[in-house]
């Protein structure tokens, strides 16, 4: 497989949550414990974390660049930072997304052609 970098979004100020989203726990590690092996399970060269520093050790902080510019200030950083010409970017706060959903994107974007390869999800909600 092709070299890449793995990103995990956790600069977020939780104001909705009222808590700091990466330190939930999850069947005995935080989310952000999680999102980052997964990241390091399926390859990724460097792991860079947008916004948080970890006590995990082989992972890279990253500050933002321009404060609160959201998510798209957190990947403008750390695309700063990646060493790779690919990046896998995943958020704190989805921990149930599986290796293998991942693993497939990551070998649909290396077979393809493309800049970039997205996963979108849509929800239909239905009110009576």
């Keep these: 497989m092709n070299e890449f970098d793995g ?3 956790a600069g977020g100020k939780s104001k909705r949550m009222g808590t700091d989203k990466s330190e939930i726990i999850l069947d005995g590690k935080s989310f952000l414990q999680i999102q980052t092996e997964k990241l390091r399970d399926l390859g990724a060269s460097r792991v860079y974390i947008s916004g948080k520093s970890s006590p995990i050790p082989y992972t890279h902080h ?14 403008y950083s750390c695309f700063l930072e990646c ?12 921990p149930l997304i599986s290796q ?24 239909a909600l239905i009110f009576s």
């Design 100 to 123: 293998k959903t991942l693993d497939c994107l990551l070998r649909m974007h290396f077979s393809g052609n493309t800049d970039a390869t997205v996963i979108v999800c849509i929800f």
């Design 83 to 94: 060493t790779c010409s690919n990046a896998l970017v995943i958020s704190v706060d989805v």
């Design 7 to 9: 990103i995990v979004l």
């Design 62 to 75: 990253v500050m933002d660049v321009i404060p609160d510019m959201g998510p798209l200030g957190g990947l």
